[in-house]
Protein backbone atom coordinates (compact mmCIF):
# COMPACT_ATOMS: atom_id res chain seq x y z
CA UNK A 1 0.00 0.00 0.00
CA UNK A 2 1.34 3.36 -1.04
CA UNK A 3 1.57 6.31 1.66
CA UNK A 4 -0.79 8.30 -0.55
CA UNK A 5 -3.68 5.34 -0.42
CA UNK A 6 -3.09 5.17 3.54
CA UNK A 7 -3.66 9.26 3.92
CA UNK A 8 -7.23 8.86 1.90
CA UNK A 9 -10.35 7.59 3.69
CA UNK A 10 -13.71 6.76 2.83
CA UNK A 11 -16.22 9.09 3.73
CA UNK A 12 -20.18 9.10 3.85
CA UNK A 13 -22.27 12.15 3.34
CA UNK A 14 -25.77 12.71 3.60
CA UNK A 15 -27.56 15.03 1.83
CA UNK A 16 -30.93 16.74 1.77
CA UNK A 17 -33.28 15.96 -0.87
CA UNK A 18 -33.12 18.94 -3.21
CA UNK A 19 -29.19 18.31 -3.75
CA UNK A 20 -29.84 14.24 -4.42
CA UNK A 21 -32.13 14.76 -6.80
CA UNK A 22 -29.80 17.19 -8.25
CA UNK A 23 -26.67 15.35 -8.19
CA UNK A 24 -28.95 12.15 -8.93
CA UNK A 25 -27.28 10.13 -5.89
CA UNK A 26 -29.28 8.33 -3.15
CA UNK A 27 -29.61 9.69 0.28
CA UNK A 28 -25.92 8.97 1.08
CA UNK A 29 -22.78 8.58 -1.16
CA UNK A 30 -19.45 7.61 -0.18
CA UNK A 31 -16.12 9.89 -0.93
CA UNK A 32 -12.89 9.54 -0.70
CA UNK A 33 -11.07 12.46 0.96
CA UNK A 34 -7.66 13.40 2.15
CA UNK A 35 -6.59 13.64 5.74
CA UNK A 36 -7.30 16.34 7.55
CA UNK A 37 -10.77 15.12 7.13
CA UNK A 38 -12.55 18.62 7.60
CA UNK A 39 -15.86 20.21 5.95
CA UNK A 40 -13.87 21.96 3.78
CA UNK A 41 -11.83 18.81 2.05
CA UNK A 42 -15.07 17.15 2.17
CA UNK A 43 -16.60 19.61 -0.05
CA UNK A 44 -14.34 19.91 -2.31
CA UNK A 45 -14.38 16.04 -2.87
CA UNK A 46 -18.05 16.48 -3.49
CA UNK A 47 -18.36 19.21 -5.47
CA UNK A 48 -15.59 17.61 -7.64
CA UNK A 49 -17.38 13.96 -7.94
CA UNK A 50 -20.37 16.16 -8.64
CA UNK A 51 -19.64 19.12 -10.30
CA UNK A 52 -23.59 20.06 -10.73
CA UNK A 53 -23.45 20.71 -6.93
CA UNK A 54 -20.61 23.08 -7.45
CA UNK A 55 -22.27 26.75 -5.58
CA UNK A 56 -24.89 25.23 -4.03
CA UNK A 57 -23.51 24.05 -0.69
CA UNK A 58 -21.33 27.16 -0.63
CA UNK A 59 -20.56 30.61 -2.48
CA UNK A 60 -17.79 30.11 -5.28
CA UNK A 61 -16.34 32.69 -4.78
CA UNK A 62 -16.41 33.42 -1.07
CA UNK A 63 -16.79 29.38 0.15
CA UNK A 64 -19.09 29.96 2.60
CA UNK A 65 -21.76 27.90 3.85
CA UNK A 66 -24.90 28.60 1.55
CA UNK A 67 -27.97 29.79 3.74
CA UNK A 68 -30.51 27.33 4.82
CA UNK A 69 -28.11 24.73 4.75
CA UNK A 70 -26.51 23.36 7.92
CA UNK A 71 -23.60 20.65 8.74
CA UNK A 72 -23.94 17.96 11.33
CA UNK A 73 -21.37 15.69 12.82
CA UNK A 74 -21.82 12.90 15.37
CA UNK A 75 -24.97 15.06 16.69
CA UNK A 76 -22.92 17.91 16.62
CA UNK A 77 -23.92 21.63 14.83
CA UNK A 78 -20.89 22.09 13.24
CA UNK A 79 -22.43 25.10 10.67
CA UNK A 80 -20.89 28.38 12.25
CA UNK A 81 -17.58 26.08 12.62
CA UNK A 82 -14.22 26.83 10.90
CA UNK A 83 -14.43 24.56 7.63
CA UNK A 84 -10.79 23.43 8.20
CA UNK A 85 -11.36 21.77 11.82
CA UNK A 86 -10.53 18.35 11.89
CA UNK A 87 -13.82 16.27 12.16
CA UNK A 88 -14.18 13.72 14.60
CA UNK A 89 -12.59 9.89 13.87
CA UNK A 90 -16.26 8.53 13.31
CA UNK A 91 -16.55 10.80 10.42
CA UNK A 92 -13.06 10.77 9.38
CA UNK A 93 -13.43 6.75 9.37
CA UNK A 94 -16.92 6.42 7.94
CA UNK A 95 -18.42 4.96 10.68
CA UNK A 96 -21.14 7.44 10.60
CA UNK A 97 -22.27 10.29 8.28
CA UNK A 98 -21.36 14.18 7.73
CA UNK A 99 -24.81 15.24 7.43
CA UNK A 100 -25.74 18.26 4.93
CA UNK A 101 -29.27 19.65 6.34
CA UNK A 102 -31.54 21.69 5.02
CA UNK A 103 -32.72 24.26 7.52
CA UNK A 104 -35.79 25.81 7.41
CA UNK A 105 -36.75 29.68 8.27
CA UNK A 106 -38.84 30.65 11.16
Known sequence: MSAFAASVHPVRVALPAHLRNLAQVGSEVE??????????SILDALEE??????GTIRDHVTRKRRPFLRFFACMEDLSNDPTDRPLPDAIASGAEPLLIVGAIAV
Open 31 to 40: LEVAQPVCVS
Open 49 to 54: RYPMLR
